[in-house]
DNA sequence: GTCTATATAATGATAGAC
DNA sequence: GTCTATCATTATATAGAC
């Protein structure tokens, strides 16, 4: 069947440049692609076009993976970064944390996207959490998701950035580790705060009023 | 003097160098450097023998710069963040932040140190405020400050990396922004928390004592 | 010290055979 | 659809004149 062929070729080297870049960045070679998935370098150009068009492709099929997987447990994910520690331990799901992960650090469309959408999401679980008291009220509810997504990711990415693991399959590792690591102050920061009092926020609250 | 014309175009091109990487990453030619220093791509290559020397020398000069401007003001820097925000409004230390920021983000060895300094720094500080009775004492004062950090710098990272400026020289008006939006969250959660209670804390607290 | 000219290597992309 | 061969560009780095 030749439509399946194609077909069947086309995914694999999409498969094989997302784990590429996930891997080496966005910088990775086509002639590295190509490799990884056993074709020459011309037929990702005659599939893809051009390196952009690879990287568009790859873009949006992660984000399509994790929009599903994310559907499929909904309710149960609190946070961005959980989401990831999550799926960094699924040995299928891996190749996508590296990818999104890389392109957080690059700063690419996929990047932005996946973490609106981490926003938004938060939002959702936060107000629920709000409702049945599990979580306090905020000043500003939609600058408290944010920033707490934008700093539970950042984290994560700094981590992982810094003291990348020595093989670059060990993503899952290194994930768990700055969970492991953080988990504790994070609950601890989280339930009792960090600071006893401040006059400054006492200012946010009731601002020019007294 | 030759020995004075020699170090004003070395010094000149190391700070042309520090610019350039700051605003372009360290993909940014030898040539681009040479073009912003006014000299030609080989006066570079004979004073710092490869591009990685001159990225080298940078990382030092950067480093050195920042730990003697931290000297200047010791004391008055509570986080990590909040000495690059500082930083960045001073128009003469703002490609440092840039140059900075770019290594967190790349994970090289300047990042790194960097962000160890942050956290080395802030142990003190917190130290200084527990004892105060300004922040409260932590099951694990090294896991908080170390995770206290990174959330932050990480945040910033983020924010600037997924919302860059149109022109790169306006990079201190994005980190301001970047504080303008998330220091009331960052003072709400600091001091009111997030969750009202949670289990898992308990257990953090008294692991298998009940 | 500084420049011009060039060597060398790698990359994205194209052309055309099969 | 797939490959081989090649082009054009761009990068670091070198050599040697001034």
Same mark, same amino acid.
């Given at each position: 069947?030749?439509?399946?062929?194609?077909?069947?070729?086309?995914?694999?080297?999409?498969?094989?440049?997302?784990?590429?870049?996930?891997?080496?960045?966005?910088?990775?070679?086509?002639?590295?692609?190509?490799?990884?998935?056993?074709?020459?370098?011309?037929?990702?150009?005659?599939?893809?076009?051009?390196?952009? *068009?690879?990287?568009?492709?790859?873009?949006?099929?992660?984000?399509?993976?994790?929009?599903?997987?994310?559907?499929?447990?909904?309710?149960?994910?609190?946070? *961005?970064?959980?989401?990831?520690?999550?799926?960094?331990?699924?040995?299928?799901?891996?190749?996508?944390? *590296?990818?999104?992960?890389?392109?957080?650090?690059? *700063?690419?469309?996929?990047?932005?996207?996946?973490?609106?959408?981490?926003?938004?999401?938060?939002?959702?679980?936060?107000?629920?959490?709000?409702?049945?008291?599990?979580?306090?009220?905020?000043?500003?509810?939609?600058?408290?998701?944010?920033?707490?997504?934008?700093?539970?990711?950042?984290?994560?990415?700094?981590?992982?950035?810094?003291?990348?693991?020595?093989?670059?399959?060990?993503?899952?590792?290194?994930?768990?580790?700055?969970?492991?690591?953080?988990?504790?102050?994070?609950?601890?920061?989280?339930?009792?705060?960090?600071?006893?009092?401040?006059?400054?926020?006492?200012?946010?609250?009731?601002?020019?009023?007294?």
């Amino acid at each position: 069947m030749r439509l399946v062929g194609d077909l069947r070729a086309r995914a694999r080297i999409r498969d094989a440049a997302v784990g590429r870049f996930a891997v080496d960045g966005f910088g990775a070679t086509v002639r590295a692609v190509a490799a990884d998935a056993s074709v020459s370098p011309g037929l990702v150009m005659h599939h893809f076009g051009s390196k952009a *068009g690879l990287r568009r492709e790859c873009d949006e099929h992660v984000l399509a993976l994790i929009r599903e997987a994310k559907a499929d447990r909904i309710g149960q994910v609190a946070s *961005g970064a959980s989401l990831l520690e999550t799926f960094a331990s699924v040995d299928e799901f891996a190749p996508l944390v *590296g990818y999104i992960l890389r392109s957080m650090q690059e *700063g690419g469309a996929a990047g932005r996207e996946f973490v609106e959408h981490m926003v938004a999401d938060a939002q959702v679980y936060t107000a629920e959490a709000v409702a049945a008291g599990v979580a306090r009220p905020s000043q500003d509810e939609a600058a408290r998701v944010r920033y707490l997504v934008l700093s539970s990711l950042g984290a994560l990415l700094l981590s992982v950035t810094l003291d990348p693991p020595d093989d670059p399959r060990d993503l899952a590792a290194t994930v768990r580790r700055f969970f492991d690591e953080s988990s504790g102050p994070m609950l601890e920061l989280f339930t009792d705060g960090f600071l006893t009092t401040d006059h400054m926020l006492d200012e946010y609250r009731q601002p020019r009023t007294t």
